[in-house]
């Protein structure tokens, strides 16, 4: 997909002189391989991301969410860049009338957290105001986790193969970054890797908490699958880290 037109179309000579109008013949085929080149590498194009703050980001997507709500308060000579949010609870926790439990949870100086400018699937809370917010970019079956740091973003893409969504590639965002390329899947063999056998012994080095399930393991798609449920259960970013940095070393 990254290869550049000049790899792909060449034209060798062994005659230096320029034909004349009558001399030049062009085939057919060859013409709509040069087109279907050309459109294959502006269709690749890498496509930009705008990046926001959260303040203003949150203000215009609050209401993609169920799970976390602006909350309206004055606070005398408050900083107007806070932002304070009621959120469910991750670990499901219930009241008496069985509905799910929010806490507070506030963000100083929201405008100077960085997001990227686009409508997101969901979005998570985790404590010390860590977040996980899950985008569709504007390519097709390609898609983007965002996770909180210190100092900017950590973004994950993803491709969803076999009603998966499968990490291929990381990426840092930080504060001062104004836009982010997609990055787009260049392993035309991702979905061959996820259905073969799964090295169970590099595995378990790489992530110990394997050791005990391991004899429920055959495929690539059997360990995918098994982290994947681990995953919505872990309310720890670095471990989600962990978990999406596995599923592409297993696909290397």
């Avoid at 686009?118 to 105001?129: D, G, Q």
């Avoid at 390609?142 to 193969?161: A, E, P, R, W």
């Avoid at 590639?169 to 899947?185: A, C, G, H, P, Q």
Wanted: net charge negative; charged share 25%.
């Amino acid at each position: 997909m990254n290869e550049n037109l000049a790899d792909m179309v060449r034209v060798a000579t062994s005659d230096p002189t320029v034909p004349t109008e009558d001399e030049i013949v062009v085939e057919e085929d060859d013409i709509v391989e040069a087109v279907e080149a050309v459109e294959e590498t502006v269709n690749n194009t890498t496509t930009k991301i705008h990046i926001t703050n959260l303040l203003e980001w949150f203000k215009n997507n609050s209401n993609s969410f169920d799970n976390i709500k602006p909350v309206n308060v004055s606070i005398q000579d408050g900083e107007p860049t806070n932002l304070i949010l009621s959120v469910e609870n991750l670990e499901g926790r219930k009241n008496k009338n069985g509905n799910i439990m929010r806490i507070v949870q506030g963000f100083e100086n929201a405008d100077k957290i960085v997001v990227l400018d686009l409508p997101a699937l969901t979005m998570n809370i985790f404590k010390n105001n860590n977040f996980k917010i899950l985008y569709q970019t504007p390519i097709e079956n390609i898609f983007v986790k965002c996770y909180s740091v210190s100092n900017g973003l950590i973004v994950i893409f993803n491709i969803m193969i076999e009603d998966m969504l499968i990490p291929y590639v990381i990426k840092r965002v930080k504060k001062k970054d104004t836009e982010l390329d997609i990055i787009l899947n260049t392993d035309n063999n991702l979905s061959e890797k996820i259905n073969q056998n799964a090295d169970l012994e590099a595995l378990q080095l790489l992530y110990k908490q394997s050791v005990k399930s391991i004899d429920k393991f055959t495929t690539n798609k059997d360990v995918l699958l098994w982290l994947k449920e681990r995953q919505a259960q872990i309310l720890d970013i670095n471990h989600l880290l962990q978990i999406d940095n596995l599923i592409i070393d297993i696909l290397k």
